[in-house]
């Protein structure tokens, strides 16, 4: 079973960068899709991005289209989130999350996914 562990997270100014990193323990985590949710302060966790277990495949939600960008590097075990052109509202707790079953490709949405790290705050200022 694969345990997850995000970093990377910090202050930023608006239009800054960041790169969070998810490092995952266990000998399969090639064989899983891997996902990345946030979380702001009074709000549901929403989808950010998604990434298949080879990293061919990848999707991003709108409101980071263009600016977040999710990859893998396997022989890592690590997964990142490459974050341009922060937003205010980008302001949330990061999450790392996985589907509890392999090679699973999971549509959007948190209830595909089963395993999850502890978070990163990532706080944006204007």
């Known amino acids: 079973q694969v345990r997850l562990v995000e970093s990377g997270g910090g202050l930023v100014q608006a239009g800054g960068s960041l790169r969070l990193s998810c490092a995952a323990s266990?000998?399969?985590?090639?064989?899983?899709?891997m996902g990345w949710f946030r979380q702001a302060p009074g709000k549901e966790r929403e989808f950010v991005a998604q990434?298949?277990?080879?990293?061919?495949?990848?999707s991003h939600s709108d409101s980071v289209m263009g600016r977040f960008t999710i990859s893998r590097d396997n022989a890592k075990n690590t997964v990142y989130l490459q974050m341009n052109s922060l937003k205010p509202e980008d302001t949330a707790v990061y999450y790392c999350a996985a589907p509890s079953r392999n090679f699973h490709y999971p549509t959007r949405g948190r209830a595909e996914y089963d395993i999850w790290g502890q978070g990163t705050q990532v706080t944006v200022s204007s």
């Open positions: 266990g000998r399969t985590f090639n064989t899983y899709a």
């Open positions: 990434i298949d277990w080879s990293g061919s495949s990848t």
